[in-house]
């Protein structure tokens, strides 16, 4: 299968106060045609820093490095107008906010039909069917009334199908959805993720999935990177993650969350101690002060992705595979 | 019942809806619409329901943090709601509550020790040097180390304000904390730590503890009983084990059945319930939650069906719950 989207060594840097902070180091992945994709992690380990540094959403001030492969160009290489070509025609984002990402001085109609103007050439006739038909495939009922109200007017069910039907309009490649359901509750994320499982099934688009919620990883995606203090700390299949998780991180987030389906009660078994900040990021392996396992190598050298299996990787010494205890 | 700790009457909170020039009074918003409830001595209560279905209005109408339009809440017997001021001040000893955001909970200009020894002030608890005592071993028994005393709320991370939060409510040695939703703020690695030290806390002090939630798994990991509330009203009560391999009620159904299971080989039969919350100013006749039920017939939309014993210990509000019938069958 080709790659829709391949990242090498893409890596952020943020001044503040003069010094030079990575908020994001040396990610590398690929996302395949007709799959969907997802960048697991806790707050501030650079999920979304990295989905809008792919994007080139990133302010001035952000220093991004390394290369964005999308069908055969490079997306952080281009000019600003070739990329506003790309942007919301053939890759495009949907937000965790449905409240703040829409414009609130405009109509739901005027909004869906700003990107096929622009992007499709379309008259305003054609675009407002268009985007009438869209909102119908989106589940919104009374569409023709909707089309015609403020983003204020709608439940944040709604504004959350409202982005996705901005988002899928111009039919594109590959979908960037940053957290789409952690505003919402359960009934509403349900009906949500099933929309954007069937359109992306119907449209062929690749989905790149940010979020935190380990369930909504197990339902949505096929394969799965996690993410820990800037860094992909380990990446492989969702049954890889997991039934046979290798980084320490990983398995320590699997035993914290509590199980809905478990038959007995057990203690949680939590990470130890917090996230570190960017300022004060440990010299060697970010998670090693954390880490159950951790050893005197750890302390002082950073590890590199390791082969633990087929399209399986984890950056953790343990991994190495000379050592033999994987 | 032995030992009733709390007992909840028909409980209600209606925020009047104004309108015009003279803000004439023209209908209500029923946030909390006849709660019953009787929570024993040392259990875990957990409360249910989506964004707007009343639970923290109800948590906060419990301690007259807003004060409820009508019912009764007894504490160890005695009718909170009749007390006067200073008289439900003293009162608030016994019960606390926990907020969920430990960044606005905490004052940001005073110093934990000055958060933690407030209460002691106010309430006119031991001498200075007492107190002084109580908030070092409060703060290391949440798992702080004391000399971040002198310290100021900015300073700590998230996990770390709501152990001060959840220190606040425990320093004047109280029998019950309403917990309103602690842990959804927090990250997943620091949220099991705040868990597993409320479960400690309980066991160490007897405490009571009504926990509002709305992720379920947390809420089925720590709880006793949990009810299920749908628009101010009670969808279903039960034991955790049994609401959770049970449920009797279609929309706890549906949302167990929506909740994603961290386990990529989960296959289930999922319930999507159509639509959105209806608003709580204009509830739906008869069982309010017939517009969005799968099994909805006629006499749903006449009828509020009644509050039932649908098999021992397991309450619901709905004309065709039985235990374990056919039709609701969940793979």
Known sequence: MSNVLDVESLSVEFCVNGNDFY???DVSFHIKAGETFGLVGESGCGKSVTSLALVRLLSKLAKVHGNVHYSGRNLLKLSDREMRQVRGNEVSMIFQEPMTSLNPVYKIGAQISESLRLHKKLSARDAFQQALEMLRKVGIARPNEIMDEYPHQLSGGMRQRVMIAIAMVCNPNLLIADEPTTALDVTIQAQILELMRTLSSDYGT??????????????????????????????????????APNHPYTKGLLNAIPKIDAVTKERLQPIEGNVPSLSRMPKGCRFAPRCANAMEQCKTES???????????????LSKPKEANA | ????????????????????FLHTVNGSVRAVDGISLQIQTGETIGVVGESGCGKSTMGRSILRLIEPTHGVVKFEGKNILALNKAQMRTMRREM??????????????????????????????YDPATRR?????????????PSYASRYPHEFSGGQRQRIGIARALILNPKLIILDEPVAALDVSVQSQVINLLEDLQKEFNLTYMFIAHDLSVVKHISNRVLVMYLGRMAELASSDKLFSQPVHPYTRALL?????????????????????????????????????PLAQD?????????????????????????????FQQA
Request: net charge negative; with cysteine; hydrophobic share 40%.
């Open chain 2, 257 to 293: 059945s929506a909740v994603p299971i961290p386990n990529p080989r989960a296959r289930r039969v999922r319930t999507i319930l159509q639509g959105d919350l209806p608003s709580p100013a204009h509830p739906p006749s008869g069982c309010v939650f017939h517009t969005r039920c």
């Open chain 1, 206 to 243: 690749s989905v790149l999935l940010i979020t935190h919620d380990l369930g909504v990883v197990a339902e949505m995606c096929d394969r799965v990177a996690v993410m820990y203090a800037g860094e992909i700390v380990e990446q492989g299949s969702v049954d890889d993650i997991f039934f």
């Open chain 1, 23 to 25: 908020a994001v180091r």
């Open chain 2, 299 to 327: 006499v749903c939309r006449h009828d509020v069906p009644e509050w039932r014993e649908v098999a021992e210990d397991h309450f619901a509000a709905c004309h065709f719950a039985e235990p374990s019938s056919e039709v």
């Open chain 2, 96 to 125: 606390q509550i926990v907020f969920q955001d430990p960044y606005a909970s905490l004052n940001p200009r005073y110093t934990i020790f000055q958060t933690l020894s407030e209460p002691l002030e106010v309430h006119q608890l």
């Open chain 2, 133 to 145: 005592q109580r908030v070092y071993s409060i703060l290391q028994r949440v798992g702080l180390d």
């Open chain 2, 1 to 20: 019942m032995s030992d009733v700790l709390l007992e909840i009457n028909n409980l209600k909170k209606h925020f009047p809806l104004r309108k015009g």
């Open chain 1, 303 to 317: 590890p590199e992705l390791f082969d633990v299996g087929e399209e399986h990787t984890s950056r953790c010494w």
